[in-house]
């Protein structure tokens, strides 16, 4: 069989027609599959006559990619049988050869003798000690035929996929050569994805690290403790001012009603001052209303002063306001106060929740205060008015 009539003929072929982008389908791997092939064969100890058969096959095997890269061994077997045939290979020859050619596809498992050495031909890179340097030709193939981009994870685990679960070589001699080298280079395939993903890990842990620094140049530690200092005063301040303002109120309308009873109610008995009576009521009654809520402003809520570890755990308890803790055993609020102090959110979430318990506490009290002064308001005008009828009345009622 004339095997350098198709080694010259696949040369030139690959050499003047096949796309400069096939980085690993080109005439130098045709040459390695042939070389591994006659090492195979010679291996085996297989005739001369399937020995040519097998060669022209590695030759010719991947001639297809020249006119179609997904069909490349259907191509490749209908190409190949038009050359063999102006060779002068009989049609037995032929079929075999075609035959060869197309078990080279993925997913295909061989079955005589030659099929199993025409596959692991094909794939001896993977039991080389170059594996890595072929693999990154692949790689760069499918990228520019296929537009396939891999990340170094990506294309790792694509290559430990591939030698783990979907290759296997098929004759006894690549097992007995390759098989072991095989074995190497998955395991550095695998350590090289440790490797990667300890780097990654590293570098994902220093984007954490620079984005906390970025927050803290952001939102500055002085910057938000003196926010928060200035507040929490302003709030005390505006929350004793409306203590002093209802305690103003309450001192003076118990005043107030004091004088009353000594003074005005003692004088009611008499039947001559029956005008009074009423102008009396209606002034008490608005004096003890104010005297009410100036009570219920300055009246401080009353909390249970227990949490649980699980309050503590779920960061439902604030700590800083003493009505949380009160009947705590020190024991536990020492340990409360520890596990909030080494959580920066959730120290900064109790300083919010004591700053808006604080407004709601403001809130209520001047609303309270704000009624307050209008009822007192109200009180004095309408009491002064009732006076002023009541003294009218009675000097009309005497003339």
């Known amino acids: 069989m004339p095997i350098s009539e198709v080694e010259k003929y696949v040369t030139n072929l690959l050499s003047q027609e096949l796309d400069t982008s096939y980085t690993y389908h080109n005439l130098s791997h045709t040459r390695r599959v042939v070389e591994k092939a006659t090492e195979l064969a010679e291996l085996s100890k297989i005739n001369d006559v399937d020995k040519d058969l097998l060669l022209s096959a590695a030759w010719l095997h991947d001639i297809g990619y020249i006119k179609n890269i997904n069909k490349h061994e259907e191509e490749g077997a209908i190409m190949a049988k ?23 596809k993925m997913g295909a498992v061989p079955k005589t003798q030659l ?3 025409m596959c692991d031909a094909d794939c001896s890179h993977i039991g080389s000690k170059n594996y890595a340097e072929v693999s990154e030709l692949l790689r760069k193939e499918w990228e520019l035929t296929c537009n396939k981009t891999y990340t170094e994870a990506e294309w790792l685990d694509e290559n430990i996929k591939f030698l783990s679960t979907q290759h296997r070589f098929y004759s006894v001699e ?5 098989d072991k080298r095989k074995g190497k280079n998955l395991i550095g395939l695998l350590n090289e994805k440790k490797k990667l993903d300890q780097q990654n890990s ?3 842990q220093k984007k954490e690290e620079l984005k906390f620094k970025k927050e803290k140049v952001e939102m500055p530690e002085r910057g938000i403790e003196t926010m928060f ?3 929490l005063k302003n709030h005390i301040t505006l929350s ?3 203590d002093t303002k209802a305690n103003i109120l309450l001192s003076v309308n118990a005043i107030i009603v004091s004088l009353v009873l000594s003074n005005l109610v003692s004088k009611l008995d008499n039947a001559s001052n029956a005008y009074l009576i009423t102008p009396t009521v209606i002034f008490v009654i608005f004096t003890v209303i104010s005297i009410v809520l100036s009570i219920l402003a300055t009246r401080p809520n009353v909390t249970s002063g227990k949490f649980t570890k699980e309050d503590v755990a779920a960061k439902k308890v604030n700590l800083l306001f003493f009505g949380n803790f009160h009947k705590m055993s020190l024991h536990d609020f020492e340990w409360a106060m520890g596990e909030m102090m080494q959580d920066r959110d959730y120290l900064y979430s109790s300083m919010k929740k004591d700053l808006y318990f604080l407004g709601l506490v403001l809130d209520k009290k001047y609303k309270i205060l704000r009624i ?11 009491s002064v008015i009732a006076f002023a009828i009541a003294f009218r009345y009675s000097g009309a009622v005497t003339i």
Not at 174 to 178: L, Y
Not at 374 to 382: A, D, E, K, T, W
């Open 82 to 104: 038009g050359i063999l045939e102006n060779l002068k290979y009989t049609p037995a020859q032929i079929n075999t050869i075609t035959n060869l050619i197309l078990i080279t």
């Open 229 to 231: 200092r200035v507040t």
């Open 240 to 242: 004793n001012i409306a």
């Open 202 to 204: 590293k570098l994902k």
């Open 372 to 382: 307050t002064y209008l009822v007192f308001m109200i009180g004095i005008i309408i």
């Open 115 to 117: 099929e199993k050495i």
């Open 174 to 178: 690549a097992v007995s050569n390759w």
